[in-house]
């Protein structure tokens, strides 16, 4: 079966980091729709205005606008051979547009990880965190700092807390997540895809977890 992916859980649960590694692993395009709604931000198109407008608040881009953008996105070329499909879907009305969408096209869902990690964690990792503008990259300002203070280890870009990741929008980002995103889990487990990862271990144990689930699914 093609390695068709989704990975969710709370936001700070480390899927960045777990994406990053495995679209390299598994050379499967990446498709964030965070990182989608930033990219349009910075171009300043009409798409980024509409989008900031929803997300330094905390919440949720609405659903048919973010629909089309995946939508789009999963109907390209590179898709054919899986894909991994990070911050989406994140409401029931976004996984049954998928479940339509991923039928018509041939390219159904394989598996859908779900990372999770207590909330008080969610909120140390989150309030201190620092993303590179230039490649992504994740830092934090006590458990992952950078060798030089400010400048990411990997491309030397600059790095800057995201406009989303203070307290008050943070509290409304999970509670987004308890209230639209959470019942997303029984949505998978009926359909028996889900599977429930543990992200408070450490991220090289889990990385390992999820390379030997979907090299399963590969082998298929
Ligand atoms: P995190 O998981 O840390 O919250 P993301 O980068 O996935 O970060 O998303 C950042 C913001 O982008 C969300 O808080 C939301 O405003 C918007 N967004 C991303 N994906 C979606 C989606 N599937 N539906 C609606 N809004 C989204
Ligand atoms: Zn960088």
């Given at each position: 079966m093609a390695m068709n992916i989704i990975l969710m859980g709370?936001?700070?649960?480390g899927k960045g980091t777990q994406a990053k590694k495995i679209i390299q692993e598994f050379a499967i395009p990446h498709i964030s729709t965070g990182d989608m709604f930033r990219e349009a931000i910075k171009k300043g198109t009409p798409l980024g205005v509409l989008a900031k407008s929803y997300i330094d608040k905390g919440d949720l881009v609405p659903d048919d606008v973010t629909i089309g953008l995946v939508k789009e996105r999963l109907s390209q070329d590179d898709c054919q051979k899986g894909y991994l499909l990070d911050?989406?879907?994140?409401t029931l009305k976004q996984a049954e547009a998928l479940e339509g969408l991923t039928k018509e096209i041939g390219r159904e869902i394989a598996l859908c990880l779900n990372i999770d990690v207590n909330k008080e964690e969610l909120i140390r990792r989150i309030s201190g965190r620092r993303v590179c503008k230039n490649c992504g990259a994740p830092y934090h300002i006590?458990?992952?700092?950078?060798?030089?203070?400010?400048?990411?280890?990997?491309?030397?870009g600059p790095l800057y807390q995201r406009a989303d990741d203070n307290v008050e929008a943070l509290e409304t980002r999970l509670t987004h997540y308890e209230?639209?995103?959470?019942?997303l889990l029984d949505f998978y487990q009926k359909r028996n895809l889900l599977i429930l990862l543990d992200g408070e271990g450490g991220s090289e144990k889990l990385f390992a977890e999820i390379s030997r689930l979907l090299n399963e699914v590969r082998d298929d």
């Open positions: 709370p936001p700070g649960a911050g989406f879907p994140r006590e458990t992952a700092k950078p060798k030089v203070a400010g400048v990411c280890d990997i491309c030397g209230h639209d995103t959470k019942p």
